[in-house]
């Protein structure tokens, strides 16, 4: 079993960069996949990045394409998601989550989860 805690949320203007970081222990980091998810108030859990276990593939949400990075590094057991020209719609709770080895956009492939970090855009 693997533990997440994410880091790296705040509030920041429009335009601006966040870089979340999600560190893992309790298992093989170079073994399992990460994604990042963000989920409002009333809102299903939106997919926003993932990467493999070995960082070869990514996949990005439409609409943060171009503006958002996934890295990962597995000699510090974690994972980023460097976020910029940041939009207010960006605004909500993100989380790490981690499943093995390959990188999935559906959020009930992953199987452990960190508590969440808020990111606030503003206008």
């Known amino acids: 079993q693997v533990q997440l805690v994410e880091s790296g949320g705040g509030l920041v203007q429009a335009g601006g960069s966040l870089r979340l970081s999600c560190a893992a222990s309790?298992?093989?980091?170079?073994?399992?996949?990460v994604g990042w998810f963000r989920q409002g108030p009333g809102k299903d859990r939106e997919f926003v990045a993932t990467?493999?276990?070995?960082?070869?593939?990514?996949y990005y949400e439409d609409s943060v394409k171009g503006r958002f990075t996934i890295s990962r590094d597995n000699a510090k057991n974690t994972v980023y998601l460097q976020m910029d020209s940041l939009k207010p719609d960006d605004t909500t709770v993100y989380s790490c989550?981690?499943?093995?080895?390959?990188?999935?956009?559906?959020?009930?492939?992953?199987?452990?989860w960190g508590q969440g970090t808020q990111v606030t855009v503003s206008s």
């Open positions: 989550a981690a499943r093995l080895y390959a990188a999935s956009r559906n959020p009930n492939a992953y199987g452990a």
């Open positions: 309790g298992r093989t980091f170079s073994s399992v996949a």
């Open positions: 990467i493999s276990n070995g960082g070869g593939t990514t």
